[in-house]
């Protein structure tokens, strides 16, 4: 059996009712899930085919933390207990109406023109800032355009797959307090436990200890740094976890990011973007044996580029994981030697010599 | 625009290794930072050629007193023509990626003098 999540154009929204109607599959029913970009759609597709209830009592929960701070973030522009109702109200959409009308009724979600409707819920500005007013058309001396409107469905699944599968930093040190929120894309992904995609797609805010334990994100100056070390970190992610399957299973095509900064009033959109994935995709396939050494001399040029002073390895390694060209290669070598030779570097942290020879394998010329 | 094999051919060119690990000791131990600045900083063929003729130049003091093996002419010759084969950026992205990475566990006693290594252990760089 599969479902369609048809593609709106608002990239972050898509992916993210993607991944919520597979989480609400995957945490109630007994087949793995399967999430497939087809370009045009979202497949989403039970791998046995049937549906079948985990509990067939239906004490089944939709798996939701209310205390998740991912809430904050999504509705960003709501007060705590505006937030709060918001969270139930998507609780009981996906419970009460529909897990009854999609998987007992048998309902696809397919129908495009139901995106977007009138009297629906308003998308927030937290969870695609396509939603934000004046985005999407010029607010000229008045400023009038009214809400994006979601019918009811497409609106849970959406805040449910970004509250679960997207990720807030807050970034910059000083100045205004901006944030960026990030989602990777599945291009071809199986779930067996609806809990293991936030082992992918996620990631915790940095804090002392992470950074101690050289896990997770650094605390980066610029937002598109943020995005591509998550990029470097999630390819880490998916080769740990085709080397334990045997096999390439799960690939994405990219994380998505923007930027919130705050204002006086509420935050308000900054930037967006997307890091392909491809490139890191192709070392980890060919390139088994060198990708760990790769991702790891990547990932240590961002976290030594987070220290105060060497922000320009890190703006370099990003350049890198962006274009892959011969120009950003240079400046990030160049960059790499000048910090080792000037001992800022320790000998360790240097790449060995085949995996210097694998990376250069993909870039452009 | 494509991938290219050219860049890693260049890298796998054992004249090309020999200088990087050249650059790779000049670097660490005689901190010879005006031959990456001029490596860094020459765009034609012939201002890289000059570029790297002065570099064996400062490496051949080093070489000499710690007994370094010293790329030879007939290295130079081969260098030179890779770049009229293939152009300055992709031969110096060559040589300064043979300068970032350590070869062996056993390269790296080799090239960091003792007393470095001691500091690295400390903690003193991250």
């Not at chain 1, 987070?306 to 011969?326: N, P, V």
């Not at chain 1, 960059?335 to 995996?355: G, H, Q, S, T, W």
């Not at chain 2, 043979?98 to 062996?104: F, G, I, W």
Request: one cysteine or more.
């Amino acid at each position: 059996m599969q479902f369609a999540i048809m593609k709106t154009g608002l990239d972050i929204f898509d992916a993210a009712r993607a991944w919520g109607l597979a989480i609400i599959l995957s945490s109630c029913q007994k087949s793995e899930v399967c999430i497939r970009d087809q370009g045009w759609c979202f497949w989403i597709k039970l791998v046995d085919n049937e549906l079948e209830w985990r509990d067939p009592d239906s004490t089944w929960e939709i798996p939701i933390d209310d205390s998740d701070e991912n809430w904050s973030f999504v509705f960003t522009t709501l007060g705590q207990e505006a937030r709060k109702q918001k969270v139930y109200r998507i609780k009981s959409i996906l419970k009460n109406d529909l897990c009854r009308e999609v998987l007992e009724k048998n309902f696809a979600i397919d129908a495009e023109a139901m995106v977007f409707v009138k009297g629906g819920e308003s998308l927030p500005g937290g969870l695609d800032p396509s939603a934000f007013k004046g985005v999407r058309q010029k607010t000229r001396a008045r400023y009038e355009e009214d809400q994006l409107k979601i019918e009811k469905h497409h609106w849970a699944l959406a805040c449910l797959g970004m509250a679960l599968c997207g990720s807030y930093q807050r970034i910059g040190s000083t100045g205004i307090q901006r944030t960026i929120g990030l989602l990777p894309i599945p291009y071809d992904v199986t779930l067996s436990q609806w809990a293991e995609v936030q082992e992918l797609t996620r990631w915790q805010r940095p804090s002392k200890s992470t950074a101690q334990q050289d896990t997770g994100l650094s605390k980066q100056v610029g937002g598109t740094t943020v995005a591509a070390q998550a990029a470097v970190q999630l390819a880490e992610r998916i080769r740990k976890r085709a080397a334990a399957q045997g096999s390439l299973r799960d690939r994405f095509s990219e994380i998505a990011f923007f930027e919130l900064f705050k204002t006086s009033h509420q935050p308000k959109p900054a930037q967006g973007n997307r890091v392909q994935l491809d490139r890191l995709t192709q070392i980890i396939l060919g390139s088994p044996k060198q990708a760990e050494e790769i991702f790891a001399w990547l990932d240590y040029c961002f976290r030594r580029g987070s220290k105060k002073g060497a922000q320009d390895l890190a703006l370099a390694a990003t350049e890198f994981i962006f274009r892959w060209d011969l120009e950003s290669y240079y400046r990030l070598v160049y960059i790499f030697v000048r910090y080792l030779a000037d001992n800022e570097i320790a000998m360790e942290k240097r790449p060995n010599e085949e995996a210097m020879k694998e990376v250069l394998r993909y870039v452009t010329i | 625009m494509s991938q290219s094999n050219s860049l890693h051919d260049v890298y796998a060119h054992p004249a090309i290794r020999e200088f990087g690990r050249s650059l790779r000791l000049a670097l660490w131990r005689q901190k010879d930072f005006s031959s990456l600045v001029e490596l860094d900083g020459a765009e034609r063929p012939d201002e890289f050629a000059e570029a790297l003729k002065r570099f064996l130049r400062r490496f051949d003091a080093l070489a000499r007193r710690q007994n370094l093996h010293r790329p030879t002419q007939q290295r130079l010759e081969e260098v030179t023509g890779l770049i009229d084969l293939h152009g300055v950026k992709i031969v110096r992205a060559a040589i300064i990626s043979h300068a970032l990475v350590a070869s062996t566990k056993q390269g790296l006693k080799d090239e960091v003098p003792g007393e470095l290594v001691e500091e690295e252990s400390n903690g003193s760089a991250s």
